[in-house]
T-cell receptor, first 114, second 112 residues
C-alpha cells in the first residue's frame, strides 16, 4: 500500500498560470515533507520542504502548503514557466534527519505550455 | 564539484548475466543511498551506507542484489543473476550530515 500518493500522473498548464500539484499521505508519523523535481535523464533535485509545525513554506515562485489534519500537501508554482516542465516527486519522512526513512510518491509529470 | 557520478548511464544485458552499477559520491559526503525507480513502485530505497558501512539493506529485493562501499569515494550495486524484472533506473545519492541529498543521473538497466 502506497504511503505517499500523487493521484495525478500528469498535469498540463499554460505558461504564466498557476500549477498546483497535490500529494496525500497515510502515515500519521510523517513529520517532514519534501518536493523533488526531475528532468529527463537526470536525477531528482531537491526543490522545497516543509516541517509539520508549519502550514506553508515559500521559496520564490514555489510554495508548499501542508494540511496535517487532512494528510494532504500541495505545491504551487506561480507563475508557471516552460522550464518548470518536469516530473515532481512528493516525499515524506518521520524526521527531518532521516533520509533513509524518506518515502517517495510516484510522481506527477508537469507540462507547461508556452 | 562534479556532483554524484554514476556509470554506466545505460546498460542492456541478457537474463542471467551479472550486472555491476557504479557510483562516485560527492567528495566529503558521508552517506550514500541506492534507489530504484520503476513505473509500478516509483522511487524506492534499496540500501543506505553511512561512513562506508551498510546501515539498512531492508530494501534490497533479493539475495541476487548486493552492494558494497569499499571506500568513501566509491560504491557498487551488483545483480547476479539479472532478471527482466530488474529492468529499472537505478539512482545513487549522497549527502553530508543532515543536509539535503544529491542524486546522480541514474543508470537505466534493461534486462532482456
Amino acid at each position: 500500500d502506497q504511503q505517499v500518493k500523487q493521484n495525478s500522473p500528469s498535469l498540463s498548464v499554460q505558461e504564466g498560470r498557476i500549477s498546483i500539484l497535490n500529494c496525500d499521505y497515510t502515515n500519521s508519523m510523517f513529520d517532514y515533507f519534501l518536493w523533488y523535481k526531475k528532468y529527463p535523464a537526470e536525477g531528482p533535485t531537491f526543490l522545497i520542504s516543509i516541517s509539520s509545525i508549519k502550514d506553508k513554506n515559500e521559496d520564490g515562485r514555489f510554495t508548499v502548503f501542508l494540511n496535517k489534519s487532512a494528510k494532504h500537501l500541495s505545491l504551487h508554482i506561480v507563475p508557471s514557466q516552460p522550464g518548470d516542465s518536469a516530473v515532481y516527486f512528493c516525499a515524506a519522512s518521520p524526521l527531518k534527519t532521516s533520509y533513509d526513512k524518506v518515502i517517495f510518491g510516484p510522481g506527477t509529470s508537469l507540462s507547461v505550455i508556452p | 564539484d562534479a556532483g554524484v557520478i554514476q556509470s554506466p548511464r545505460h546498460e542492456v544485458t541478457e537474463m542471467g548475466q551479472e550486472v555491476t552499477l557504479r557510483c562516485k559520491p560527492i567528495s566529503g559526503h558521508n552517506s550514500l543511498f541506492w534507489y530504484r525507480q520503476t513505473m509500478m513502485r516509483g522511487l524506492e530505497l534499496l540500501i543506505y551506507f553511512n561512513n562506508n558501512v551498510p546501515i539498512d539493506d531492508s530494501g534490497m529485493p533479493e539475495d541476487r542484489f548486493s552492494a558494497k562501499m569499499p571506500n568513501a569515494s566509491f560504491s557498487t550495486l551488483k545483480i547476479q543473476p539479472s532478471e527482466p524484472r530488474d529492468s529499472a533506473v537505478y539512482f545513487c545519492a549522497s549527502l553530508r550530515g543532515y543536509n539535503e541529498q544529491f542524486f546522480g543521473p541514474g543508470t537505466r538497466l534493461t534486462v532482456l
